[in-house]
């Protein structure tokens, strides 16, 4: 995946310093007109441009309002929100036997706010528009899956390719003469390729990009939603009044309540939640974008008037710490750090048990992928506080099984790569006592959080273990085990092909991603799941939460599983 | 005159100069690689190098400081093939995070914080100046005592205490303002002018407090000057020789004084502005900064320098206006 | 009929440290066409005796009594208001440092214009005008070109023509110098004296000449009162002030400053310092520096104030000692013998 592609999504990780539980109060969303106002301090939505859109939120707000795309998540509460179904398409696509070519049917009456109908030569642009270069930070899932011959490198984009290059991608992707029908040509087996398609990446885009092409297309999208850009002024706001062109008959789920929809940018964070909390200024109809300001979790949640319009759920991501395994090669002494860490601690410090999050027993959340999760077994007795008595049996186990290591961990000692900030620097000193009751010498790595990705990923400046996060880009753990414990598979901070055991694995892992049956895949990856904790590939950190709170004229506002974040389409505002 | 102002713009712009190759140099000397900053989820070194060219920080410093000054007499080309475009001239660059070239950016930029940095500049020298000249003429009474208290605590409360505050009660606990947003005051005066006031007089406060110490300084040592008993002696009506023999001689000082602060608020008031959401020069500062926007953040340091630069040569040009004496060479 | 008349004129300044009694009960007339010298050195009160006349004290600061009356009115007792129509029309005054008291901001031209606007109703030009002419009558060459030139740009000796022509734009019936020519060249000082004395005549006003320097005086008065720690201690014209004194201090003063109408071997300083007026002598303020003391009897000289007796018509003293003895005294003094 030679690409420019940047993974905002994984950033957002430590963006997120707490989260919690309450039912979400999915109130029956009836309100149709009003405005609905969205409020955040960011300056601007990373990017609404479907191709380079590749954060939850954003995806959730552009999927819901401007962007449809092949197929979508049914919009709604709990497991509802993550069922697969058609949008643009008559249905979820049809693989072929052998799972490397897929095809999907468009539906009619399909417009883009112009009403110029989409067909497949827009959908296959769209697509097409990915390998460009002038178009960064979207997820390079195209690029990796699709049959290009010569793949990215032979392939420029649409901007700058020849008419032999335009034909490699053309070869790939392949329209049907009445423009109806789309086929993808995989370079590899998928059983959930449609999955793939629910990201913007395969949404379509006008030709011409409505006259504003490459940059310049991320604040002037051309919209194929229910709403359009009224206007658009970074660092203020974002107005999307409603597409005249768009027709309910065409959608099967969008609801588009509000006659107006405005995100007011640069909201000062504190600011923001007084409003919602009051109901000053903007905020009986405002949702906070950014969740909720830590300081005010308590007050939030132990508020009466507060109770039906606050949300505290799971988002999509895992934490966890990776265990370089080309360092750390020793099992018991990875089971011993794991054993010895006072996890309770740690989650203190990130909101406790009712803003930061349940502890994970492993990189599959219950909570996005029930289909995949299994609960791990054979850890029965760490202690969230740590168990020092069985990490001192297994440093002990360590000291005859590899003595090197041994020596290696308890006097030159291991070092920790932290992205630099308070709570890491408070985390590092619990974690240091918490090993050195055990022997084990802990150094820590502070790096600056904006090139903390760059240090890990190279295995040259990554130190033993490393704090990390991930959320699945699609509902199906072949996001998740795959890129995180698969050599080149994205975010193998592990390095688990210096285990002895990797072939084994990786075979295991291919057999999963090819298995047709989604339920038997399940169990497949709750299996590998449980390998990779037995392998102590990683510490598990948490299944994170998040919380979201709105003003009282808001209705229906629920967090929607496949974005970890509200789901904007039965947000109204009460009659 | 003529040639003094030649002179000393010609002096203003090889300082700009100087201060682009500065900003520039210091930010290649950090200790962080621009590239690897565009790298999250499936970073490889690939993808860092590809972002390093497409950034334009593949190449050597020198380099890199040439196209900008190119940028500035001839514009500057972005992008592939069909997709690529033109910054005109004088380009600053293009800010990649924020998808627009600098210039426009801070064009944009310009208006709101010249209206923050004018009301609030105007407030705080008028205010200041008429709350010293009042401790001044009361002086050692009950007057200068209440401002002298209030000028230590105006002094000592940080503009984003004091910002904040206002913003958490004022605005958001009770509502009786409404909330920040930005108009120009062109399209809507009403609303400009109920959204500005209190960042107007948050970002007023310091400064006020300031100046109305200074104020009575000067009044009460120009106040024993002999040609202010000289204009008493006339027969002047006393407002007469406060207005125009006491005042005058600190017009100097307090309009170097106001200009430079002028100057300085035209760079950006960051945190009033983050605070009170307007989209200006210190907000798009803050935001380059914390990017790592490089384009933005030379732009927008040329900027407030250039604004610096062409308020000491107007103070100096004043300075021959206002006092006598002063004799431009 | 004297045109100002002063009567027990008492300026108190109170600071931290006490109560400074400036100025204790100097009374004097004075009539149009007649120069009065008021001598002393440095705080003796008479610099705070004219700037109390002219009504130029901080009442907040200073507390003034008795009166100062002009054609009948008494401006002490008399509103701002009234005060003001007074100060530069019917009363001007000269300061000493013509530099620091022209504003340094205006042309010479605009600050005589302003002076004779704020009194009389014209148009700018009309005044403007008016300062011309002013300064081409104290001497200014070509004064419509140095009108517009700012204080800077004058010398010493122009300044002061230009202060006097601001002081007399209103032909003024008192004009008070205060130190006229302390701080010009001594060749200028007898230009700005003439001068001083040529507009008087002109205008036939009263003039109260302030000074330390006898010269002066000998130069344009016609009387003279000598101060001494706030209060008038001799008074007379001024032939019995300069040949006939009295008052030891006189007599000091003038065995300090050289004349040229009289021979004399060497100058006698007078010994000490003036007194604090924040404590002064119980009796004569003058006692601990006067050197005739030991010919007066008794402690009076160190317990009781002497009063400003007469001693000829128009000449006035104050001290214990007897008149013939007075005289005696100083003329020894004088003479270089003790």
Redesign the interface.
């Known amino acids: 995946m030679a690409r420019t592609k940047i993974g905002a999504k994984l950033s957002a990780v430590f963006a997120v310093s707490a989260l919690l539980i309450s039912a979400c109060g999915s109130s029956s969303a009836e309100g149709s007109g009003g405005t609905v106002t969205y409020l955040t301090h960011a300056e601007q939505i990373l990017h609404l441009d479907p191709q380079r859109n590749y954060t939850g939120q954003d995806l959730a707000f552009s999927v819901t309002y401007l962007t449809r795309s092949l197929v979508s998540y049914a919009p709604g509460a709990g497991a509802a929100g993550t069922e697969l179904v058609a949008d643009l398409a008559t249905d979820i696509g049809t693989p072929s036997e052998d799972l490397k070519t897929w095809t999907f049917t468009l539906r009619d009456g399909i417009t883009f706010e112009d009403g110029s109908p989409i067909t497949c030569a827009e959908v296959a642009y769209g697509v097409s528009r990915s390998y460009a270069d002038d178009l960064t930070d979207g997820p390079a899932f195209a690029e990796a899956f699709l049959d290009v011959e010569g793949g990215y490198a032979a392939y420029p984009g649409p901007y700058e390719a020849t008419a032999e290059q335009q034909a490699l991608f053309d070869a790939a992707v392949e329209c049907s003469e009445d423009g109806k029908t789309i086929t993808f040509h995989l370079n590899s087996p998928m059983a959930d390729f449609n999955y793939t398609t629910a990201l913007l990446t395969f949404s379509p885009v006008p030709l011409d990009e409505g006259g504003n092409v490459g940059e310049a297309y991320d604040k002037n999208i051309v919209s194929s939603g229910p709403y359009k850009i009224a206007s658009y002024t970074t660092g203020k706001s974002l107005n999307l009044v409603r597409n005249e062109n768009w027709s309910a008959d065409s959608d099967p789920f969008r609801k588009a309540l509000p006659d107006k929809v405005v995100v007011k940018f640069a909201q000062d964070e504190k600011g923001i939640d007084e409003y919602i909390i009051n109901g000053t200024g903007p905020g009986k109809t405002a949702l906070s974008l950014d969740g909720i300001y830590p300081d005010n979790l308590e007050a939030v949640f132990s508020s009466a008037d507060m109770e039906s319009r606050r949300l505290n759920d799971y988002d999509i991501y895992v934490t966890y710490t990776a265990v370089n395994v080309a360092k750390m090669t020793c099992l018991p002494i990875r089971q011993a750090v794991f054993y010895a860490t006072d996890r309770e601690a740690l989650r203190a410090l990130g909101g406790g048990s009712q803003f930061g999050g349940d502890f994970a027993d492993g990189v599959i959340k219950p909570a996005n992928l029930p289909t995949d999760y299994k609960p791990v077994t054979g850890y029965e007795d760490a202690d969230p506080a740590g168990n020092v008595v069985k990490a001192q049996e297994l440093m002990d186990q360590a000291k005859t099984e590899c003595p090197d290591e041994y020596t290696r961990v308890t006097t030159k000692g291991i070092t920790r790569d932290y992205a630099d900030g308070d709570v890491a620097r408070q985390g590092f000193a619990i974690t240091q006592e918490a090993l050195a009751k055990v022997g084990i010498k802990l150094n820590a790595n502070f790096i600056d959080p904006g090139s903390y990705y760059g240090v890990i990923l190279n295995p040259e400046t990554q130190g033993d273990l490393s704090a990390a996060g991930w959320g699945p880009d699609w509902l199906n753990a072949s996001t998740v085990i795959p890129p995180l414990f698969i050599d080149n598979g994205g975010f193998n901070v592990s390095q688990t092909k210096a285990d002895p055991d990797y072939a084994a694995f990786a075979a295991l892992v291919d057999e999963a991603k090819a298995n047709p049956d989604r339920a038997s895949q399940g169990a497949q990856w709750a299996a590998l799941n449980q390998y990779v904790m037995e392998k102590m590939w990683v510490l598990p950190g948490l299944f994170t939460k998040t919380q979201y709170h709105w003003g009282s004229d808001l209705t229906g506002v629920y967090l929607w599983q496949p974005y970890g974040c509200p789901g904007f389409n039965d947000i109204g505002v009460k009659n | 005159m003529g040639i003094y102002i030649f002179r000393r713009t010609l002096y203003a712009i090889a300082l700009l100069f100087v201060i682009s190759l500065v900003v520039f140099v210091l930010f290649s000397a950090l200790p962080?690689?621009p590239a690897?900053?565009?790298?999250?989820?499936?970073?490889?070194?690939?993808?860092?190098e590809?972002?390093r060219i497409?950034l334009g920080y593949d190449l050597p410093m020198w380099e890199q400081y040439v196209k900008f000054l190119q940028g500035i007499f001839i514009g500057r080309d972005?992008?592939?093939?069909?997709?690529?475009?033109t910054c005109p001239a004088p380009a600053l660059g293009y800010s990649?995070f924020?998808?627009?070239c600098v210039t426009s950016l801070l064009i944009t930029?310009l208006p709101p914080t010249i209206w923050l940095a004018i009301g609030s500049v105007t407030l705080w020298v008028g205010t200041g100046i008429l709350l010293g000249i009042w401790a001044a003429r009361r002086r050692g009474g009950a007057p200068d005592h209440i401002i002298n208290v209030l000028t230590v605590f105006a002094t000592s409360m940080p503009t984003f205490l004091t910002g904040?505050m206002a913003?958490?009660f004022l605005?958001?606990?009770?509502?009786w303002i409404?909330?920040?947003?930005?108009y120009e005051p062109y399209q809507n005066f009403p609303k400009f002018f109920s959204t500005m006031f209190l960042p107007w007089i948050v970002l007023a406060l310091p400064g006020l407090a300031i100046y109305a110490r200074l104020t009575r300084g000067f009044v009460l040592e120009t106040g024993s000057?002999?040609?202010v008993?000289?204009?008493?002696?006339?027969?002047?009506?006393e407002k007469?020789i406060l207005w125009r023999?006491t005042l005058?001689?600190a017009l100097s000082p307090l309009t170097t004084l106001a200009a430079l602060d002028l100057a300085f608020m035209l760079g950006g008031a960051v945190v009033t502005e983050?605070?009170?959401?307007i989209?200006g020069l210190g907000?798009?500062t803050i935001?380059s900064v914390i990017q790592?926007d490089l384009p933005v953040i030379v732009g927008t340091t040329i900027l407030a320098a250039a604004f610096i630069v062409v308020a000491n040569l107007i103070v100096d040009i004043l300075y021959s206006v206002?006092?006598?004496?002063v004799r431009l060479k | 009929m004297s045109y100002l008349e002063v009567k027990d004129l008492r300026v108190a300044f109170p600071t931290d440290d006490g109560l400074v009694q400036a100025v204790d009960g100097v009374s004097f007339n004075i009539e149009r066409g007649k120069t009065l010298g008021i001598v002393g050195e440095s705080g003796s009160g008479k610099s705070v005796t004219s700037l109390a006349i002219m009504s130029l004290l901080n009442r907040k600061h200073a507390i003034i009594s008795g009166e100062v009356i002009i054609e009948g009115k008494n401006l002490i007792t008399a509103d701002e208001e009234t005060v003001r129509s007074y100060r530069g029309h019917e009363m001007a005054m000269i300061f000493q440092d013509p530099m620091s008291s022209l504003h340094p901001f205006f042309s010479v031209g605009d600050q005589v214009a302003e002076a004779y606007k704020v009194h009389n109703d014209v148009s700018d030009e009309k005044a403007f005008d008016h300062a011309i002419q002013m300064l081409d009558r104290v001497g200014i060459p070509e004064p419509a070109k140095r009108a517009s030139d700012f204080p800077h740009q004058f010398s010493g000796g122009m300044r002061q023509r230009a202060m006097i022509a601001m002081a007399l734009c209103n032909d003024p019936s008192l004009l008070i110098a205060d130190e006229p020519t302390t701080a010009l060249d001594v060749t200028v000082q007898a230009q700005i004296l003439s001068l001083i004395k040529d507009v008087q005549k002109e205008f036939n006003s009263a003039v109260i000449v302030i000074t330390h320097d006898l010269g002066v005086v000998a130069e344009v008065a016609d009387d003279v009162m000598v101060m001494y720690a706030g209060r008038v201690v001799e008074r007379g014209t001024v032939n019995d002030i300069f040949y006939r004194p009295e008052m030891p201090y006189t007599v000091g003063l003038l065995s300090s400053a050289p004349r040229l109408d009289q021979v004399s071997d060497r100058l006698i300083p007078i010994e000490g310092q003036p007194p604090s007026l924040l404590r002064l002598p119980a009796g004569c303020s003058f006692a601990p520096r006067c050197f005739a003391k030991s010919h007066v009897n008794g402690d009076a000289c160190d317990t009781t104030m002497p009063e400003l007796l007469q001693t000829r018509p128009g000449h006035d003293v104050r001290c214990h000692l007897e008149s013939s003895a007075r005289i005696s005294v100083a003329k020894q003094r004088l003479a270089g013998e003790n």
């Open positions: 962080f690689d690897s900053l565009t790298c999250g989820k499936n970073c490889t070194t690939e993808v860092i590809a972002n497409r972005y992008g592939h093939g069909v997709a690529s475009f990649f924020r998808q627009e930029a904040q913003l958490t605005i958001g606990k009770f509502g409404p909330p920040p947003d930005y000057e002999d040609f008993r000289t204009a008493r002696a006339k027969g002047l009506p007469t023999h005058r001689p983050k605070i009170f959401s989209p907000r798009l935001q790592y206002i006092d006598p004496r």
